[in-house]
T-cell receptor, first 113, second 114 residues
Framework: GNSVTQMEGPVTLSEEAFLTINCTYTATGYPSLFWYVQYPGEGLQLLLKATKADDKGSNKGFEATYRKETTSFHLEKGSVQVSDSAVYFCALSDQQGAQKLVFGQGTRLTINP | KAGVTQTPRYLIKTRGQQVTLSCSPISGHRSVSWYQQTPGQGLQFLFEYFSETQRNKGNFPGRFSGRQFSNSRSEMNVSTLELGDSALYLC?????????????FGPGTRLLVL
């Protein structure tokens, strides 16, 4: 079946550091890929998405590129802020299944001032 | 536009009881999905409803069921509660095939089974 693997957390960085959170997937067909973020005490929010190979999703300074050859969708940000502290989830949706999301285990990110 | 709302936000039940959780999607969204979030298993898909029909189902026992009403509001029911059902239950709504996979989540209902 489809699956998503994220880098183990927690990740702790200083403000203005460069961020990479690795995500790889296993899927049949051509899934859409997503990054969701969960801030403390809040529900999940869609951060960015990419629906086909070589697409780049971006939002709030975060970027991720859909790499079919390496089955990866790594999340990056050039300069993180304290307010980016949250849990980040990589996910895929089987296009045929449409709304069924398969999530990675999540990566907790803490940014220190 | 109001976001996804879930009620109640917190719930405490005992083993063997049943529980019903409610979800009101964003206006205009016809697809509602439910997920269970636990520290051990992470986020797992329960089921999805679209226009009152269950369209997808995850790998959960039959004790977990749901339904959707004509106004797109959805309910999830868990019968014969077990300790392992303690979790955060998240509801998400979306436009459906118009924007596949892009879901808007509610704050969740935290269920504790004693």
């Amino acid at each position: 079946g489809n699956s998503v693997t994220q880098m183990e957390g927690p990740v702790t960085l200083s403000e203005e550091a460069f961020l990479t959170i690795n995500c790889t997937y296993t899927a049949t067909g051509y899934p859409s890929l997503f990054w969701y973020v969960q801030y403390p005490g809040e529900g999940l929010q869609l951060l960015l998405k990419a629906t086909k190979a070589d697409d780049k999703g971006s939002n709030k300074g975060f970027e991720a590129t859909y790499r079919k050859e390496t089955t990866s969708f790594h999340l990056e940000k050039g300069s993180v802020q304290v307010s980016d502290s949250a849990v980040y989830f990589c996910a895929l949706s089987d296009q045929q299944g449409a709304q069924k999301l398969v999530f990675g285990q999540g990566t907790r990110l803490t940014i220190n001032p | 536009k109001a976001g996804v709302t879930q009620t109640p936000r917190y719930l405490i039940k005992t083993r063997g009881q049943q529980v019903t959780l409610s979800c009101s999607p964003i206006s205009g969204h016809r697809s509602v999905s439910w997920y269970q979030q636990t520290p051990g298993q992470g986020l797992q898909f329960l089921f999805e409803y679209f226009s009152e029909t269950q369209r997808n189902k995850g790998n959960f026992p039959g004790r977990f069921s749901g339904r959707q009403f004509s106004n797109s509001r959805s309910e999830m029911n868990v019968s014969t509660l077990e300790l392992g059902d303690s979790a955060l239950y998240l509801c998400a709504s979306s436009l459906g095939l118009a924007d596949p996979g892009s879901q808007y989540f509610g704050p969740g209902t935290r269920l504790l089974v004693l």
